[in-house]
């Protein structure tokens, strides 16, 4: 019987959600799908290529956001749901990061970011450093909560207190008034004459 | 004979920077000090608590800004400084982001880096946020750097052009410029009357 791509994804999804990302090896996904892990490698040749599928589904899910709204409040939707979406896949901040080591700038949604803020009336130049400080604290941040709440969990780290939506929200609005305001808090050009 | 604290982080450091963060076991360490496992268990209980030794080692190398520089540059020299440490350590920032899950946002850089923000006459709520914003800015982009590299040096991944430090100073004075500014781009209150 031939094994389908989206059974692969599928079987993999449902053992990372299962066990995490330590535990998801190709012996394991071969098993999982009753099949010989040679069998995979038409479609999988390796764990990155793996990996690498994973993070693309996962980001697929990020809603594009409303183009009716302010540039900058795209920004933040985009941001916003980057992080929903993360937190609703176990480990999902892991996979993209460890996947998308070699591509997370050229990525669909690193040129999305590119093209909102270039919208908003920046450079190139601006926009590729704004796309690099927001992908990147938003993984970062997400990787926390999730390594935090499997420490948690397991009872290695106290649970945390407080509306993590809301601190969320506010570490970003600092990210987001960055791309805004390239120059802000530099001495204003004098007036020529 | 008996173990010393600092010849247990020695060991640890050197099985990191020859092996990497997944061949750092309490096992292996004992063998490295040519001890039983249960001889080091006095000093360090787990990998956990290992962790945060090497993680606290790591962060207190990161020298102190002087504080006769404006205080927005006392953090972009914080962030810089951060980095450069960290990438000075095999899987550095895996060691910090793994055993800084529970406790980023209270460590001594956190701390500093609030301290800072507030001698810049920001709020206490604006310098949290800005610490949050700052610390996983840092990490997230550094974790995807040694991650990178060593995905190019296994051939999993190309060898990235361009100026390394320039891209990070460029993505970071991004994330500084929003802490100069946080209500930059906003609509400007109207002048009374």
Same mark, same amino acid.
């Not at 692969?8 to 053992?15: F, G, S, V």
């Not at 099949?35 to 764990?47: D, F, S």
């Not at 996962?58 to 183009?67: C, G, I, M, T, Y």
């Not at 460890?98 to 803020?117: F, M, Q, W, Y």
């Given at each position: 019987?031939?094994i389908?791509?989206?059974?692969?994804?599928?079987?993999?999804?449902?053992?990372? #959600? =299962?066990?995490?990302?330590?535990d998801?090896t190709?012996?394991?996904?071969?098993?999982? *799908?009753?099949?010989?892990?040679?069998?995979?490698?038409?479609?999988?040749?390796?764990?990155?290529?793996?990996?690498? =599928?994973?993070?693309?589904?996962? *980001?697929? /899910?990020?809603? =594009?956001?409303?183009?009716?709204?302010?540039?900058? /409040?795209?920004?933040?939707?985009?941001?916003t749901?980057?992080?929903?979406?993360?937190?609703?896949?176990? &480990?999902?901040?892991?996979?993209v #990061?460890?996947?998308?080591?070699?591509?997370?700038d050229?990525?669909? *949604?690193?040129?999305?970011i590119?093209?909102?803020?270039?919208?908003?009336?920046?450079? %190139?130049?601006?926009?590729s450093? #704004?796309?690099?400080?927001? *992908?990147?604290?938003?993984?970062?941040?997400?990787? &926390?909560?999730?390594?935090?709440?499997?420490?948690?969990? %397991?009872? +290695?780290?106290p649970? /945390?207190?407080?509306?993590?939506?809301?601190?969320?929200?506010a570490?970003l #609005?600092?990210?987001?008034?960055?791309?805004r305001?390239?120059?802000?808090?530099?001495?204003?050009?004098?007036? +020529?004459?």
């Amino acid at each position: 019987m031939a094994i389908r791509r989206q059974d692969i994804l599928a079987a993999a999804q449902r053992i990372l #959600s =299962e066990y995490g990302l330590a535990d998801l090896t190709m012996r394991r996904l071969a098993a999982e *799908l009753d099949v010989q892990p040679g069998a995979l490698y038409w479609h999988v040749p390796n764990k990155q290529a793996l990996l690498a =599928e994973l993070a693309d589904d996962l *980001l697929a /899910r990020v809603p =594009e956001p409303s183009s009716r709204r302010r540039w900058d /409040r795209q920004l933040t939707q985009l941001a916003t749901d980057l992080r929903t979406t993360l937190l609703g896949q176990r &480990d999902g901040a892991e996979v993209v #990061s460890a996947s998308r080591a070699s591509s997370l700038d050229t990525s669909h *949604l690193g040129k999305r970011i590119v093209e909102i803020v270039q919208a908003g009336g920046h450079t %190139h130049a601006h926009a590729s450093a #704004s796309r690099d400080a927001l *992908l990147h604290f938003v993984i970062g941040y997400t990787f &926390d909560e999730q390594s935090h709440a499997l420490m948690a969990e %397991h009872g +290695a780290a106290p649970a /945390r207190f407080g509306d993590s939506d809301a601190a969320y929200a506010a570490a970003l #609005s600092v990210v987001i008034a960055g791309v805004r305001a390239p120059t802000a808090g530099r001495a204003a050009p004098r007036p +020529a004459g």
